[in-house]
């Protein structure tokens, strides 16, 4: 089985990317085989609505989300989201990806295209946020749920650490390896 990993952090060695390589780590423990692409080094243009993927099933741009995204989204058996919390929303970099899983909708909503037929695939969301509002990942939630919905994915669960604002804090968890590991365990 193939886990996808996609970090949405705009933040080299911040704490939604260390909370992705544990899992990640954790999956290739398991026997899985695993990728993990960084969307800030990705070269994707944002969505312009033309309705291109729509008619065609196809994006006009010729980028990073075509050429190496996409295919990896497509393999993928489990993909995992792992992003910090801006705003209430996912990073700008991230949502610019998450918009362009339009071409995925449109074929398998507006064309009725059946590419995983027979295949369960599974949708993880990783996140922290800085602050410890009760409302803090609704919008992750939410938007994650869509994401995966598109791509022919059930969203399974989410992993969410609140009070993770400083660089390196994640590391510091009393609890990331022993949830990690349950995760894991139930995907």
Same mark, same amino acid.
């Given at each position: 089985m193939r886990v996808l990993g996609i970090n949405g952090s705009p933040r080299h =060695?911040?704490?939604? #990317?260390? $909370?992705?390589?544990?899992?990640?780590?954790?999956m290739k423990a398991r026997g899985y085989d695993t990728q993990a692409l960084? +969307?800030?080094k990705l070269k994707i243009n944002p969505c312009i609505g033309c309705g291109n993927c729509e008619t065609k099933g196809v994006c006009i741009f010729e980028d !990073?989300? &075509?050429?190496?995204? $996409?295919?990896?989204?497509?393999? +993928? !058996?489990?993909?995992?989201?792992?992003?910090?919390v801006y705003f209430y929303a996912f990073p700008a970099v991230l949502k610019a990806l998450i918009d362009?899983? #339009?071409? /995925?909708?449109?074929? =398998?909503?507006? $064309? =009725? /295209? !059946?590419?995983? =037929?027979?295949r369960k695939r599974k949708g993880v969301l990783l996140a922290s946020g800085a602050t410890h509002g009760k409302d803090l990942f609704d919008g992750l939630? $939410? &938007?994650a749920r869509y994401f995966f919905d598109a791509a022919d994915i059930k969203y399974e669960t989410s992993l969410c650490y609140r009070g993770m604002d400083e660089k390196g804090e994640m590391e510091n968890h009393l609890t990331l390896f022993e949830d990690i590991r349950d995760l894991a365990r139930n995907l």
């Open positions: =060695k911040g704490n939604s #990317q260390y $909370l992705m390589s544990c899992f990640m780590e954790e960084n +969307a800030v !990073d989300f &075509t050429h190496i995204f $996409l295919p990896a989204m497509i393999k +993928a !058996d489990i993909v995992v989201i792992s992003s910090p362009r899983i #339009q071409v /995925m909708w449109s074929r =398998k909503y507006r $064309l =009725k /295209m !059946d590419e995983f =037929k027979g939630n $939410l &938007t």
